[in-house]
């Protein structure tokens, strides 16, 4: 009875044990892990891939890095087989004018649908269940100019034994990582038993309420992180405007003038006048901002990609966080280490802000 009992254990220890090990990575913020992605990230510009091999941490080896597509993106594809383990790295802005005109052209779209790039190419997406679900016009064409090719390696080194990915962007490139994720999730082209964990590291809001919350769902239980430096400015853009019309369907709002027909005729007029001051101007401005970030931010990017095709704009500018934030906050030591001297207004945005932020908030004893 003992052997039988000592068997069954270790059958029962083998094969849990195998299913164990055959996932390495885990959820929810791991400074290790962060400090290794700032350092592939790092690693992006101004190296060849000799050179970046020569620097990585660890067992990485980069096997993939992407031509420049769309308004000048690119990414990385690392492997480490040691830990079986793939990271995409995706850049963020890389200084040229057309770089930065993704950012500005903030329009937000519908998160599912279609975007012609050109008279032969289309990209059909779906970012989220909910139809009230917008994003960032710039970064979802910086996404599907990209993700064919990011489809396509994933593929390819899954058949080699890859089923496990983390997906890390800063600046831009976190933006575009939230969008890669959700893409990655209704994709029908890519297998099911995937896990993918996503750093998105002083990341701008990639989308509205009801994107964040599906991005947030799906990553949920510590998957999708959002990495913050307290003082750095980037994450809280694009402006953000919530009207009415950015509410769930049931709502107090939505029979408001109803509401107000109701009330005696003196009642009715004060509170529609009061009304009509608060609500008039905060829809005016959501217009405004979808025109010039939008519709007049569309004639600069037709010039870098000639062929693209306007998307449809919604009448939308709530802008708002996605992902489980990891606060890097300023301690002691820190302002004096990144002083603002009056023009640096990215000081505090840099891979070096955040790396030494992480050193200090997570010491190399704790990590």
Known sequence: MMFRISLVSFLFLFFTGNVLCAQHLA?????????????????????????SNAKA?????????SPEVGLK????????????????????????????LENF???????????????????????????????????????????????????????EGIHEFIIFGHSQGGAIAFLARSYFQYLDGLPKDIVFKTYCSAAPKPGNLFYAYDYDYITRDGWGIRIVNGRDW????????????????????????????QQKFPVRVALSYIY???NRPARRASRRFQRVLGKMAYGRVKKAVPEYNRPVFVNSH??????????????????????????????????????????????????
Do not use: C
């Open 73 to 100: 993106n690119r990414w990385d594809l690392w492997i480490n087989r040691s830990r079986s383990l793939g990271v995409i790295s995706i850049r963020g802005t890389n200084g040229t004018s057309t770089s930065w």
């Open 105 to 159: 052209y903030a329009g937000m779209i519908s998160a599912k649908g279609t975007l012609q790039l050109n008279d032969s190419t289309t990209f059909n997406y779906k970012l989220a269940d909910d139809d009230k679900a917008f994003v960032h016009a710039g970064w979802l064409l910086g996404l599907a100019a990209m993700a064919p090719g990011m489809v396509q390696q994933i593929n390819r080194y899954y058949q």
């Open 57 to 65: 941490p660890g067992n990485f080896r980069i096997v993939y890095r």
């Open 276 to 278: 009509g001051r608060l």
């Open 27 to 51: 959820p929810h913020f791991d400074p290790r892990e962060y400090h290794e992605l700032l350092d592939l990230t790092s690693l992006q510009r101004d190296t060849s891939l000799e050179q």
């Open 234 to 261: 980037v994450p809280e853009v694009p402006f953000s405007i919530q009207t009415p019309t950015d509410f769930n369907t049931i709502n107090p709002f939505a029979n408001i003038k109803k509401a107000f027909r």
């Open 318 to 367: 709530n802008y708002t966080p996605a992902g489980t934030p990891v606060i890097l906050y300023p301690v002691k030591g820190y302002d004096e280490k990144f002083p603002f001297d009056g023009k640096n207004i990215f000081v505090h945005h840099s891979l070096n802000a955040y790396r030494w932020l992480l050193e200090h908030v997570y010491p190399t004893s704790e990590r």
